[in-house]
């Protein structure tokens, strides 16, 4: 055998023994990584941590008393693509900081306007025809939970066609509730705001964390509507007791929690499929642009291994059999740590502990696990598919599952927010009526009015309150900066169209002036508010 010859032989079996070490190499890494993985989650699992749907939903059971069955039957009765859907009535509507249109006493539903599309007689004809759906949703919201029966053994692909419908149930509801008191008809409205409380009250175990957005989202035009109705002369106290009683029941930290258990556990659930059957990048392939299939055998095959061939293809086969084989694992636990963060955060808040110090502590314990980033960064997981299809874009789509949910317990202070909000201002509607004067103290409704003096979830101290000069008064939470700005309801920006969760403070408003009015219908004119 010549020199050269014996040259490339022993440089091939070089090659093929240093990818041999390699492959062993990396087998014994991915062994390790699996080994990380199954100590964490063993640790877990003695702290008390449920990780899987066996153990979540060990003692499930769908109830007797359910509303779900009365909730499906009012949905074809209920006319949500009229006025509703187009041109629903104002709520709470802020036309200054601080300042509110009553939107039952505008003379038509478009307002401010140049063009007057619907009136509350066109919006009393969609509320006429959905009469036999609110008597189902009364009976529904009556029942103490609606549990549609939802296989959460379908992780991520499950559907949840009932989601869409509640949303339009409370909006249909509050409309009504609206049309209601432009009649001057305050029992009837408050009785529509009871049952779109129930509803809300009744989802609350729907473990996912887009069902309990939806029920903050609901929660949010009930707050609307609730402060509409304490504009009205014809609110009651008992009516106002009942709405009471609705919002203290109303819960979202806890229920929070167990989303976001769930979630842990359908991430954990999609990523053992993905590693054992693979097809990551089949998740996102799309039909669009094609090519015509052809009868032609040896055409397709020619474009077929021309495709399997492409660096691209290459590139993200190996991208998939290396992260299948060792990085999974790491990233599997990366995802469980960081779940990890979001529970212990939902569990603070649940126990009452101010939001202040439960967000700033999730944002540092994400940031040190390196599970913190904006919307728009492209090592998020929406960032995975299409074109990119990057090996660090496959672990971000797995392993961040905080990512996209580092903003869901800001939505849920926000919603607790206005129930100590709302709360607290009908326990104040409550004692004007009774002695024709607001309070000098939040403290003088205890325990007549309130159980105790209502507390901001922000900071842990007590709501602000004060009287004010023009025969109104005060009442705010710190708001999500945390700092007290003596009620000052103004943005950073005084053109920015005036919102309440943006202020310095977040203020309950205040019914606004015939001169804030016109002020505001000039912007809208102008600015397009």
């Known amino acids: 055998m010549s020199n050269g010859n014996m040259k490339r032989r022993r440089m091939a079996i070089g090659v093929v023994v240093a990818l041999l070490l390699g492959a062993v190499g990396f087998k014994t890494y991915g062994w390790w990584l699996k080994h990380q993985l199954d100590r964490y989650r063993t640790q877990l699992t003695a702290q008390g941590e449920k990780l899987t749907l066996a153990t979540l939903l060990a003692d499930r059971k769908v109830p007797d008393q359910n509303g779900a069955g009365a909730f499906l039957s009012a949905i074809p009765h209920l006319n949500t693509r009229g006025v ?87 909006q249909i509801l509050a409309a009504a509730a609206m049309l209601d008191l432009h009649r001057g008809d305050a029992a009837d409205a408050a009785r529509r705001l009871h049952t779109v409380l129930g509803l809300i009250r009744g989802m609350k ?187 660090a874009s496959i672990r971000n789509a797995f392993a961040g599952a905080a990512l996209s949910l580092q903003k869901v317990l800001n939505k849920v202070e926000s919603a607790e927010i206005n129930r100590a909000l709302a709360i607290s201002a009908i326990a104040l509607k409550r004692h004007q009526l009774q002695h024709g004067v607001w309070p000098d103290t939040l403290t003088a409704l205890v325990p007549e009015y309130l159980p105790a003096a209502p507390r901001d979830p922000v900071d842990g101290h007590p709501l602000r309150y004060r009287r004010s000069a023009d025969g109104g008064f005060v009442l705010y939470s710190v708001g999500t900066n945390g700092t007290d700005d003596g009620g000052d309801p103004n943005r950073d920006s005084a053109r920015a169209r005036p ?28 600015r397009g508010w």
């Open 84 to 170: 509703v859907g187009t041109n629903a009535p104002p709520m709470m509507r802020l036309v200054a900081p601080g300042r509110a249109l009553t939107g039952w006493q505008v003379p038509l539903l478009v307002y401010g306007g140049e063009h007057v599309t619907n009136r509350w007689e066109d919006l009393a004809v969609d509320v006429d025809a959905s009469r036999d759906g609110f008597a189902r949703l009364e009976e529904a919201a009556a029942e103490p939970v609606l549990d549609f029966d939802l296989n959460y053994a379908q992780g991520f692909t499950l559907l949840l066609p009932h989601l869409a419908p509640l949303k339009g149930a409370a």
């Open 205 to 391: 175990d729907e473990r996912l964390v887009i069902s309990q957005l939806v029920r903050m989202a609901m929660f949010q035009i009930a707050v609307a509507a609730i402060w509409e109705y304490t504009q009205s002369p014809a609110a009651t106290e008992a009516d106002l007791q009942m709405l009471q009683a609705d919002l203290a029941a109303q819960d979202f930290s806890g229920p929070m929690e167990q989303s976001f258990e769930m979630e842990r556990a359908m991430s954990g659930m999609t990523i053992r499929y993905f590693r054992d059957k693979g097809g990551i990048y089949d998740m996102y392939a799309s039909g669009s642009g094609a090519a015509p299939a052809s009868t032609n055998v040896s055409a397709v095959l020619a474009r077929n291994a021309e495709k399997l061939l492409s660096p691209r293809e290459i590139r993200k086969t190996s991208n998939e059999i290396l992260w299948q084989s060792a990085l999974s694992y790491e990233d599997e636990r990366r995802a469980l740590r960081s779940m990890q963060v979001l529970i212990e955060c939902a569990r603070a808040a649940a126990s009452n502990q101010p939001y202040q110090i439960i967000l700033s502590n999730q944002q540092a314990r994400l940031a040190a696990l390196g599970q913190l980033v904006e919307p728009d960064d492209d090592s998020s997981p929406s960032s995975f598919g299409g074109e990119n299809d990057s090996l």
């Open 499 to 526: 919102i309440m969760s943006a202020g310095r403070d977040w203020v309950w408003p205040q019914p606004a002036t015939a001169a804030e009015i016109r002020a505001w219908e000039t912007n809208v004119a102008v």
